[in-house]
């Protein structure tokens, strides 16, 4: 069944239909009616919660009709439905998602900080338990007691990972603890469900993040500075990103490591490809990093794995269409909008990795973007599969400063 649906501007002391907030300044969608003023007399709704309630019931939910995902035109246009939205909401969409993000976190902040002090506040992530097996879950709204988490179950594709109701009793926190080796931060990353597969935790252990980082502690779960304004991704996020594509490495022939720094993802990439003997291409924007992470290959990496890896200078946002298409694509930048160029260098086949910008520095991190870790999956020659899986802190895009 498709159920039209209308975005507008609600007045200010609308509330929403879902978690009961403020509509405020923000677009709302409602079930429209015959006529355009139908829509305020019914419960307006926030983008977000909407999308949301889509994930885990399947129904409207104003009518409580049964719906058919592919029909949210309002939240994901497309050349199928984009019609269906007029020019004025697709150019505010995204501005109302940004400021419902920022909403969001500054609510679990609030909100979490009463349940446990240990609660590890990075972009409301914590602990739940589904299907009997500890996992990694984040807190996607609170109200009341009542809390809405996606669980990432990592054996399944993000896009089929459950969005639940809990209660505050059944979510614990992510408690953070001392890790001064690579054992301790490795332990630590299982532990929190960031890093789940035993050929990702062996990667670790060949490639050590000390060769590529000048930290006086490089096995913190921190983005420590590599120079020139740069910072390397923490451990969690590199390892959340191979349990995102280990299952593309697998018979991968070409990877492409965009923003490889000093070379640490780049040099973790070819161990994971070991087996298929893939060829890792680096590209970095900044001389000086595109010339330590050489040196550092050069010194540090067995023959099988440094063989196999090219560093280019380069903007990243442009690939490296010279090679080829890619069974992988990891960008360790956060884009403002991921390129199209960039999207038709993968496989049809492939995977492409990579934070996407909501348009604001980190709440916890100022020298950071927010965003949200993006999945494409190259379905065909003109289909792509896009699916968000966490909110995130990177690093800007360099090229804009140059």
């Known amino acids: 069944m498709t159920i039209e ?4 501007q609600a007045s200010a002391d609308q509330k929403c239909n879902i978690c009961h907030n403020p509509i405020g300044n923000n677009l709302a969608v409602a079930h429209a009616g015959k006529e355009q003023d139908d829509v305020v007399d019914l419960h307006p709704t926030h983008l977000k919660c909407i999308e949301l309630w889509y994930q885990t019931k399947q129904t409207c939910p104003q009518c409580l009709e049964p719906i058919n995902l592919d029909t949210r035109s309002f939240l994901i246009p497309d050349k199928r439905n984009s019609s269906r939205l007029d020019d004025v909401a697709k150019r505010t969409i995204s501005n109302e998602r940004a400021q419902g993000e920022e909403a969001v976190e500054k609510n679990i902040a609030l909100h979490m900080a009463a349940v446990t002090k240990s609660f590890y506040n990075k972009n409301g992530h914590c602990m739940i338990t ?5 996992c990694r879950g984040q807190i996607m709204s609170i109200n009341g007691e009542q809390l809405l988490v996606k669980v990432f179950v990592l054996s399944l594709h993000p896009k089929d990972w459950p969005i639940v109701y809990a209660k505050r009793d059944q979510i614990g926190p992510i408690e953070t603890r001392p890790t001064n080796c690579i054992k301790d931060l490795l332990d630590f990353l299982y532990s929190i469900k960031f890093l789940i597969t035993p050929e990702i935790r062996q990667a670790f252990e060949k490639v050590d993040r000390s060769w590529f980082c000048d930290a006086e502690n490089p096995y913190l779960d921190e983005a420590p500075s590599i120079g020139y304004g740069v910072y390397m991704s923490t451990p969690s996020m590199q390892a959340h990103a191979l349990e995102l594509v280990k299952d593309k490495l697998k018979n991968a022939k070409k990877v492409l490591d965009i923003g490889s720094g000093s070379g640490f993802f780049t040099a973790l990439l070819s161990e994971m490809t070991k087996e298929s003997e893939a060829e890792i ?3 970095e ?16 990496l067995e023959e099988n794995l440094r063989k196999r890896i090219t560093i280019v200078s380069g903007n990243g946002n442009l690939g490296f269409i010279e090679n080829g298409l890619y069974d992988v694509i990891h960008a360790a930048f956060m884009f403002d909008e991921i390129p199209i160029e960039l999207i038709k260098q993968l496989k049809i086949g492939g995977r492409l990795v990579a934070p996407v910008g909501i348009g604001r520095k980190s709440l916890y991190d100022p020298k950071l973007q927010s965003g949200k870790y993006t999945v494409i999956d190259r379905i065909s020659e003109d289909e792509f599969r896009i699916c968000e899986t966490t909110v995130c802190s990177f690093v800007p895009d360099s090229s804009k400063a140059k």
């Open 5 to 8: 649906y209308r975005v507008f």
């Open 130 to 134: 589904h299907n009997g097996t500890p």
């Open 281 to 283: 291409i680096g590209v």
């Open 285 to 300: 924007i900044i001389p000086e990093l595109v010339a330590r992470s050489k040196r550092t290959i050069k010194e540090h």
